[in-house]
């Protein structure tokens, strides 16, 4: 039976004094993907952020799998970047670095170790090894996207939290993301999303669907 990664229990959002959602429930067990649907202002962005433990939740508690044990671990502060990687629509760029020197500062502050030469294999695979030493300020939308994509990459989290993955990405980009997110719930990962898109991820997975309240 698989470990369950994720989960989410009674969840409720508000946002000046409104309800976005409430009741809102589930498990995300490995080696699955979880596509949450609805249309703007519903709370999508909310939903993630506090399953990533960055906003707090008006009820309800969310669980992440340690990465020092098997079990659900309840904490008020966000899981460490070995349990989870989020990439949310700021994406978290230094608009100043090469791509290639966002990939290596991002595994520093998360304790890994990343060469060069391992950053710039991580963008070749996403398409971007000619843009690899180009600041990012300079990379239009979805190349910047797709560095960002290009983290996952390097990442030890079994958990990937995305915003909109696809969005900005061309017709080979698209492709690329999304046979990245395949692997990483093929190899026993887990992978919850938000996507104005049909993702199109095979296997174990759900869809939730938030609606206005």
């Avoid at 500062?105 to 060469?115: E, I, M």
Wanted: aromatic letters at 4%; one cysteine or more.
């Amino acid at each position: 039976m698989a470990s369950w990664v994720l989960t989410a229990m009674d969840l409720a959002c508000q946002k000046a004094q409104r309800t976005l959602f409430e009741g809102v429930s589930f498990s995300v067990p490995e080696g699955s993907w979880l596509h949450i649907e609805g249309g703007n202002g519903c709370g999508k962005t909310s939903l993630l952020r506090i399953l990533c433990g960055l906003s707090p939740a008006a009820r309800g508690q969310v669980r992440w799998l340690s990465s020092s044990s098997s079990s659900l671990q309840s904490t008020l502060s966000r899981p460490d970047r070995s349990v989870l990687h989020y990439i949310g629509h700021a994406l978290g760029l230094k608009p100043d670095l090469t791509a290639c020197e966002n990939l290596c500062a991002d595994a520093q502050v998360s304790g890994l170790a990343l060469s060069r030469e391992q950053a710039v294999q991580a963008l070749a695979a996403q398409g971007l090894q000619s843009r690899a030493h180009l600041p990012v300020r300079v990379l239009s939308q979805g190349q910047r996207q797709g560095v960002a994509l290009a983290r996952l990459r390097t990442s030890p989290a079994r958990l990937w939290i995305l915003d909109e993955p696809l969005v900005g990405l061309d017709v080979q980009a698209t492709a690329t993301a999304r046979a990245l997110l395949q692997s990483h719930v093929d190899a026993g990962g887990a992978v919850v999303m938000t996507s104005h898109h049909d993702v199109g991820l095979q296997g174990l997975g759900a869809r939730l669907q938030l609606g206005r309240a």
